[in-house]
């Protein structure tokens, strides 16, 4: 299986920190090599870098290591390939537009059966069951409003089609548009909110803490989604089969 890493906040901020345990476990502490990706929203533009090798001996991940990207929403995906093979077009996250916006989904699950997309205006680059549930879910979106609705009506719609796909096989996702970002847990997802009184964080995959009270102001707000827990001294919540959070300015609603 894949592992997921998202990031939502009220302020644009960097993920290097988390970035940096997150990247180690694409062939260092953990087996998820056969490629990984980052989306980067600035304002309405999207930064997307891809690359099939592991993360911890990609030059591209060592490029996003050392450059400080401030965002609200970013999405990244270390990949342990169960359909398709290892190659950029197989690579999360995948990226559409909708309604005038850009749509970053990552994936981290397996399909054992695919959605139908007959006449879907979208279609995957790839062979991968991810990017095709992704097309399937953005082109009933697309059917179902003609421009975006407000949140809670969005939320409520990617929940029943999220609960469809599941059915499917296993479907843990990371969706934003810029705007918000949503969390869909089938087997297993954890997420924390980082507010004041900010504290220290030390990664679980490497050792490395950051005193985030001399890093952040009070009003700041981050929430952070991983498959696995990042740091070994924070309280991460863990997301039960078949929920979908949505985060907005760093908090659930």
């Known amino acids: 299986m894949c592992q997921l890493l998202g990031m939502n906040c009220n302020t644009p901020t960097d993920i290097i920190f988390s970035f940096e345990g997150f990247r180690r476990r694409g062939g260092l502490t953990d087996e ?38 401030k965002s609200k929403n970013v999405i990244a995906h270390i990949r342990k ?29 397996n399909l ?29 979106l697309a059917l179902r409003f003609s421009t975006q609705p407000d949140l809670l009506t969005l939320r409520e719609a990617i929940a029943g089609l999220s609960a469809e796909l599941a059915q ?14 949503f969390a869909h847990c089938s087997t297993k997802l954890h997420y924390l909110v980082r507010q004041a009184p900010f504290s220290h964080a030390h990664l679980s995959d490497t050792d490395l803490a950051v005193d985030f009270s001399r890093e952040t102001t009070p009003n700041d707000r981050v929430a952070m989604i991983a498959t696995e827990p990042l740091t070994d001294n924070e309280n991460w919540i863990a997301m039960h089969s078949g929920q979908l959070l949505m985060f907005v300015d760093g908090q659930t609603t």
């Open 32 to 69: 998820h090599s056969d490629g990984w990706g980052i989306a980067f929203f600035e304002d309405q533009g999207c930064r997307l870098f891809l690359d099939y090798l592991p993360s911890i001996s990609s030059p591209v991940a060592d490029l996003v290591r050392a450059y400080p990207i």
């Open 112 to 140: 054992n059966t695919l959605p139908t997309l007959e006449n879907s205006r979208f279609l995957p680059v790839g062979s991968t069951d991810s990017e095709l549930a992704f097309c399937y879910l953005l082109n009933q």
């Open 168 to 181: 499917l096989g296993t479907f843990n996702f990371l969706l934003s548009n810029g705007q918000a970002l």
């Open 81 to 109: 390939a169960t359909q398709g093979q290892i190659n950029l077009a197989n690579t999360h996250p995948f990226g559409r537009e909708l309604w005038g916006q850009h749509w970053i989904f990552a994936h981290n699950g």
